[in-house]
């Protein structure tokens, strides 16, 4: 089937406009501890999914609005059976019931203990605000009393106050950015592989990935009882260092960082993957660099100081084909497994409400390094963290090199390491 459009949306939570370099940083100058920095008002984001599934919607959307909730609403009124599941991330959750009283007589009984798995969680103020949502689009969760509600949690966070005002919220904006793709050619097959651009990390570090890969004798090494060898895992590992090394150096929000070389797709030229191949020692004797050097896609080194690695979780993920042939690969998340550990309720009598995001965290705590050269993924007021969110869409090529049939939607959760399950389910799915 033809391929009539291809849209990139990007629903990224925001840095609110008072919001400094410095967000991250204790009183003696140095970056927070991960929790001291998540828990509380301090790491929440402007939140933007809603936001943009309104727009998409409109843009595309076959059923009322209105009637995409309704499963939501019900889930919420009637609730759920707590599971197996959730009562472990309770019972070993350290910060949720001592930070945010609404959340924890949500998630926990008059005894202070996680609810027991298999007790009914009914959520009536998550159902209201869904409601609200249905009738009246994001607006209703952007201003006004949900709005008024958000802020009120995140600045009035006793230990760790944030600075999400609602000016932060009525002022966000989704964006549509063009499509990030790259070629893909095995031995069998030639493939063009889409997705997010940045501040998305994902696309760009499984196509470089991939392609420094195709610069090796990966292809070669035969599969020993059914999983890759050691040879094989060594080659991809040195060419994620590599990938990584610049994710580091170079990505963050196109809106305040310049892409090297004025184009991201620098980083993807095959002579620039090839180059960055020759650095990998291979065969059986091949050790490894250890700690990879960002390189100079574009022949420009940009005067950045590399971002240091820091923890990242959280993700949910979607890939739907319809009949059709209609396609959405959607990544989104609160981060951490219960986000900021805050809970808005507006204070109307009813039980629940929903956990805040705690994005901000995807920000380079250290807005510079010891020579004072600024991170490119600092803390800056409306800017956009990085993620390594890596929806994805794979098509086939043609040979007049136009994208053919749609073969594939992917993506998944996993915070950091979503690049490599992406990376790891392309290579085995398409080689």
């Given at each position: 089937?033809?391929?009539?459009?291809?849209?990139?949306?990007?629903?990224?939570?925001?840095?609110?406009?008072?919001?400094?370099?410095?967000?991250?940083?204790?009183a003696d100058?140095?970056?927070?501890?991960?929790?001291?920095?998540?828990?509380?008002?301090?790491?929440?984001?402007?939140?933007?999914?809603?936001?943009?599934?309104?727009?998409?919607?409109?843009?595309?959307?076959?059923?009322?609005?209105?009637?995409?909730?309704?499963?939501?609403?019900?889930?919420?009124?009637?609730?759920?059976?707590?599971?197996?599941?959730?009562?472990?991330?309770?019972?070993?959750?350290?910060?949720?019931?001592?930070?945010?009283?609404?959340?924890?007589?949500?998630?926990?009984?008059?005894?202070?203990?996680?609810?027991?798995?298999?007790?009914?969680?009914?959520?009536?103020?998550?159902?209201?605000?869904?409601?609200?949502?249905?009738?009246?689009?994001?607006?209703?969760?952007?201003?006004?009393?949900?709005?008024?509600?958000?802020?009120?949690?995140?600045?009035?966070?006793?230990?760790?106050?944030?600075?999400?005002?609602m000016s932060?919220?009525?002022?966000?904006?989704?964006?549509?950015?063009?499509?990030?793709?790259?070629?893909?050619?095995?031995?069998?097959?030639?493939?063009?592989?889409?997705?997010?651009?940045?501040?998305?990390?994902?696309?760009?570090?499984?196509?470089?990935?991939?392609?420094?890969?195709?610069?090796?004798?990966?292809?070669?090494?035969?599969?020993?009882?059914?999983?890759?060898?050691?040879?094989?895992?060594?080659?991809?590992?040195?060419?994620?260092?590599?990938?990584?090394?610049?994710?580091?150096?170079?990505?963050?929000?196109?809106?305040?960082?310049?892409?090297?070389?004025?184009?991201?797709?620098?980083?993807?030229?095959?002579?620039?993957?090839?180059?960055?191949?020759?650095?990998?020692?291979?065969?059986?004797?091949?050790?490894?660099?250890?700690?990879?050097?960002?390189?100079?896609?574009?022949?420009?080194?940009?005067?950045?100081?590399?971002?240091?690695?820091?923890?990242?979780?959280?993700?949910?993920?979607?890939?739907?084909?319809?009949a059709q042939?209609?396609?959405?690969?959607?990544?989104?998340?609160?981060?951490?497994?219960?986000?900021?550990?805050?809970?808005?309720?507006?204070?109307?009598?009813?039980?629940?409400?929903?956990?805040?995001?705690?994005?901000?965290?995807?920000?380079?705590?250290?807005?510079?390094?010891?020579?004072?050269?600024?991170?490119?993924?600092?803390?800056?007021?409306?800017?956009?963290?990085?993620?390594?969110?890596?929806?994805?869409?794979?098509?086939?090529?043609?040979?007049?090199?136009?994208?053919?049939?749609?073969?594939?939607?992917?993506?998944?959760?996993?915070?950091?390491?979503?690049?490599?399950?992406?990376?790891?389910?392309?290579?085995?799915?398409?080689?």
């Amino acid at each position: 089937a033809l391929v009539k459009t291809l849209q990139a949306w990007d629903g990224r939570e925001a840095a609110p406009a008072g919001a400094s370099e410095t967000l991250f940083l204790g009183a003696d100058g140095k970056a927070l501890p991960f929790h001291a920095a998540v828990v509380g008002g301090r790491s929440v984001g402007v939140p933007g999914v809603v936001a943009m599934l309104e727009q998409v919607h409109r843009k595309q959307g076959r059923l009322p609005w209105k009637r995409l909730f309704q499963p939501a609403i019900r889930l919420a009124e009637a609730g759920f059976p707590v599971s197996a599941r959730l009562h472990r991330l309770l019972s070993t959750e350290k910060y949720l019931r001592a930070n945010d009283r609404t959340a924890a007589s949500y998630f926990h009984g008059p005894d202070g203990q996680p609810w027991p798995v298999g007790h009914v969680l009914r959520n009536p103020e998550y159902a209201a605000v869904l409601r609200g949502i249905a009738s009246q689009g994001a607006r209703f969760l952007m201003q006004g009393e949900v709005a008024q509600a958000m802020v009120r949690t995140v600045q009035g966070h006793a230990g760790n106050p944030g600075k999400l005002a609602m000016s932060d919220l009525a002022r966000y904006q989704p964006r549509q950015h063009a499509p990030l793709c790259f070629d893909y050619d095995t031995v069998a097959r030639r493939y063009a592989i889409c997705g997010m651009p940045p501040p998305s990390s994902g696309t760009l570090a499984i196509g470089q990935i991939l392609g420094i890969l195709n610069h090796t004798s990966a292809a070669k090494l035969p599969l020993q009882q059914g999983q890759p060898g050691a040879d094989w895992l060594h080659l991809y590992s040195e060419a994620a260092r590599l990938a990584f090394a610049d994710r580091a150096q170079y990505v963050a929000d196109p809106d305040f960082v310049q892409a090297p070389g004025g184009s991201w797709q620098a980083l993807l030229q095959p002579a620039y993957l090839q180059q960055r191949a020759s650095l990998i020692q291979q065969g059986p004797q091949g050790r490894s660099m250890q700690t990879a050097q960002p390189g100079e896609p574009g022949g420009v080194r940009a005067a950045w100081a590399p971002m240091q690695a820091q923890p990242e979780y959280g993700t949910s993920h979607i890939s739907v084909i319809d009949a059709q042939g209609r396609a959405v690969s959607m990544t989104t998340t609160i981060e951490d497994q219960f986000g900021a550990r805050l809970m808005v309720n507006r204070g109307k009598g009813l039980a629940g409400g929903f956990l805040l995001n705690n994005e901000l965290t995807d920000f380079s705590f250290t807005p510079t390094d010891a020579a004072g050269r600024p991170v490119a993924n600092r803390v800056q007021p409306g800017k956009r963290p990085r993620s390594s969110m890596a929806p994805i869409l794979v098509y086939a090529k043609r040979p007049d090199g136009s994208r053919g049939e749609l073969l594939m939607s992917a993506g998944s959760p996993g915070g950091a390491l979503i690049i490599h399950y992406v990376a790891k389910t392309l290579y085995s799915t398409l080689n």
